[in-house]
C-alpha cells in the first residue's frame, strides 16, 4: 500500500498481480452501504483501489504485542462473520478473514482485503476457511501457535455456523492458495484434524 500525499486519510492499494481491483470495490462499498465495517473506497480503476487509511493496528498485531488476549480475538473473528451472513441479499463470503485482516480502529474493528470474496457460498465455509487458517497457525513450530489455539478454540465455541461439512472444501481451497508453501499444504491435514478435534469438544 502506498499513502497518498495530502491529509493522510486515504491509501493506495495496487494489486501487485495486475488484476482488475473494481470488484472488490464493489463488493466493499456495498458492505459499507448495509453497514458493514469496511474501509471506504474512494475510487478503482485496473489494479489500483484507492481507499480509506485505516488508523489502529491490526488484530494480529495486537495479539503478538500482548495488547490483545487469544480468546477475545478468536470471538471476534467468529461475531464479524456472523455478522456478515446476517446481512441481506446473498453477502459474499470473505474468505480470508483471520487476525491480519481486522484492523482495531476508533470506531471498532474493521474488515479489509476483500479480494477473495466471493458471492453465493455458504456461511459455512467462509467460518470453515477461518477456522482452518487459525488451526495452521496452531499446527506449526511458531512460538505463537498455543495462542492460535486458543483463539481457534474460542472461535469454535463461538460459531454457531456448522462448519465442519465445508471443511473439506475449505482444505481443498487452501491448499490451491499459491501464497502457500509446500510445507504449508502439507501441514493442512493435520491442521484439519484439529478443527474437527476441537469442533467435536
Known amino acids: 500500500m502506498f499513502a497518498v500525499p495530502g491529509d493522510g486519510t486515504r491509501v493506495l492499494r495496487r494489486n501487485r498481480s495486475g488484476g482488475d481491483a473494481t470488484r472488490e470495490a464493489e463488493v466493499m462499498e456495498r458492505l459499507a452501504r448495509q453497514g458493514y465495517p469496511v474501509p471506504a473506497v474512494f475510487h478503482a480503476e485496473g489494479p489500483d483501489l484507492l481507499m480509506e487509511r485505516l488508523a489502529g493496528p491490526s488484530l494480529l498485531d495486537a495479539l503478538l504485542s ?13 461475531g464479524l462473520l456472523t455478522r456478515l451472513h446476517a446481512l441481506p441479499d446473498a453477502p459474499p463470503a470473505h474468505l480470508d478473514l483471520h487476525p491480519g485482516n481486522v484492523v482495531l480502529t476508533g470506531r471498532g474493528p474493521v474488515v479489509i482485503d476483500w479480494e477473495a470474496a466471493e458471492v453465493g457460498l455458504p456461511p459455512g465455509l467462509d467460518h470453515a ?66 478443527v474437527r478435534s476441537l469442533a467435536a469438544v
Open 129 to 194: 476457511m477461518s477456522a482452518l487458517i487459525l488451526a495452521e497457525v496452531a499446527v506449526s513450530p511458531a512460538p505463537y501457535a498455543p495462542g492460535a489455539r486458543a483463539g481457534l478454540t474460542a472461535l469454535l465455541a463461538a460459531t454457531r455456523t456448522p462448519l465442519l461439512p465445508h471443511l473439506a472444501t475449505a482444505r481443498r481451497r487452501r491448499a490451491a492458495d499459491p501464497n502457500l508453501t509446500d510445507g504449508e499444504v502439507a501441514a493442512l491435514g493435520e491442521a484439519e484434524s484439529l
Open 66 to 78: 500482548g495488547a490483545y488476549e487469544p480468546e477475545p480475538a478468536g470471538e471476534l473473528i467468529a
